[in-house]
């Protein structure tokens, strides 16, 4: 009898432990996103390099140019210093935000997160255990060196609990680039798989 209890009981806890190992190896990055664009195809050679403002000369604006270079280059642009056709100007902010999540008055009543209902004792408090949530934006300007002209510009926003930039941010820039040159007119939601 007891055997047969713990096969039963085995069953769903290991369909369980499957669908959260799944649900471990790969995050949605849900999108918001808006370009405009005047270029309407991708001119041959499709080469570019990087623009700073004098704001932008700081070590870290070369890491998120190299998180950004890969969307770059998936969407068809290639980086030639030398000879480039564009100049690509990006973007990127990180900002600690509230989560969506949280329960700003401390439990129903005070009780609760407070210890009195179910705490953790003396001192402890489950509401100092709130959960990270980031508000990301990533812009992205490419000019026509020749001209001077903008011809796109892009932004995408996110909010999430992932903090790992190297992995949402590339995730980010290839959802702005997504149509280039002539991504939708308007506000978009474009998901990106990612590995968490």
Known sequence: MKSTVLRLCAAP?????????????SIQLDNTVQSFSSLPALPSPATYRFERLPSQQA??????????????????LSRDDANPRFSVQITARL???LSP??????????WGRRG???????????????????HREVGVVVR?????????????????????????????????????PNAPAGPRQVNIQVAS
């Open 144 to 180: 026509e060196l020749s001209s001077g002209k903008v011809v796109f510009e892009s932004r995408a926003s996110n909010d999430g609990p992932w903090s790992s930039n190297t992995t949402v941010f590339p995730a980010m820039f290839e959802a702005a680039l997504q149509g280039f």
């Open 95 to 97: 900002q600690p935000v």
């Open 13 to 25: 806890l290991a369909a369980c432990a499957l669908l959260l190992a799944g649900c471990a190896t």
């Open 101 to 110: 999540w949280s329960d700003p008055w401390g439990g129903f009543a005070g």
């Open 59 to 76: 070590p870290q604006q070369v890491e998120m140019e190299n998180l950004a270079d890969p969307a770059l280059h998936k969407a068809g």
């Open 116 to 134: 009195r209902g179910f705490g953790f004792g003396i001192g402890g408090r489950l509401g100092d255990m709130e959960s990270p949530w980031y």
